[in-house]
């Protein structure tokens, strides 16, 4: 069990950086195109910004903003969308993952469908590694021998 | 049983070394990986993919098929993470 923290000044600071993460992220996500980053590198940072936000805040704060269950659905959502745009590219007469044939769908150029392409199936990577952080983080901190000790830990102190 | 194993080990290690010495130098450009399709990368990425970042536009497209099994690998941790650990905490409750 991971307690809301008493010390006002990790409380203040998360508070604040954890938009700026948000955003940093998301802008690592969408300009992988220009700049090293993509959906793995962005999705790592976001998931680090709700951890973040679960170690100072605790977990009932935490599970309000995302719940456990949605995190499960984000996970298979994550890979469902890379897989999905690749099969939606069979239905359109190419092979798996050639995106050059969505350019009907989306009205431009074949290059320029390429590049959508890569940006859906990074928008989908992101939303995947978030999720499956974040999970593999609390189910860590919520199980084994450890799991209720932090209660009295913190009471004998 | 022990020395058995430590001697297999240094067999394997000493063939794999020795299958390294016909390796290409690093960064060769005469080595058959620099000839045959990292040209055409190189220098058909942006007409290709319209993406000037040649690292995404291989990981995402040329190679696409690679990082579904890397994504897939990912949600196979979480996916083991959550039936090892969640049954677990349910068992304790």
């Given amino acids: 069990m991971i307690h809301n923290s008493t010390d006002v000044i990790i409380k203040t600071v998360a508070r604040i950086f954890i938009p700026f993460i948000q955003l940093y992220a998301l802008y690592v996500i969408m300009h992988g195109h220009y700049s090293p980053g993509g959906g793995f590198q962005g999705g790592v940072i976001l998931g680090a910004s709700l951890i973040l936000l679960l170690i100072t805040h605790g977990e009932r704060v935490a599970m309000q903003r995302i719940s456990e269950n949605w995190i499960t659905i984000l996970f298979s959502l994550g890979v469902l969308i890379y897989a999905g745009i690749g099969t939606l590219c069979l239905f359109f007469g190419g092979n798996f993952l050639d995106y050059g044939v969505l350019a009907p769908l989306l009205h431009v150029s074949p290059a320029a469908a390429r590049s959508l392409g890569i940006l859906g199936v990074e928008i989908g990577v992101g939303i995947a590694v978030m999720s499956v952080m974040v999970s593999i983080f609390y189910n860590i901190a919520r199980s084994g021998p450890y799991r209720n000790k932090g209660t009295t830990a913190r009471r004998e102190s | ?93």
């Fill in chain 2, 1 to 93: 049983m022990k020395s058995l194993t430590i001697i297999i080990v240094l067999i394997t290690g000493a063939v794999l070394f020795y299958g390294t010495v016909d390796m290409p130098d690093w960064g060769d450009p005469n080595s058959p990986a620099s000839r045959h399709v990292s040209p055409r990368y190189i220098t058909q990425t942006v007409a290709e993919t319209e993406t000037p970042n040649i690292v995404t536009s291989l990981l995402a497209d040329y190679r696409g098929y690679d990082t579904l099994g890397e994504t897939t690998v990912i949600f196979g941790a979480g996916m083991v993470c959550i039936l090892i650990l969640r049954s677990a905490r349910k068992r304790e409750e």
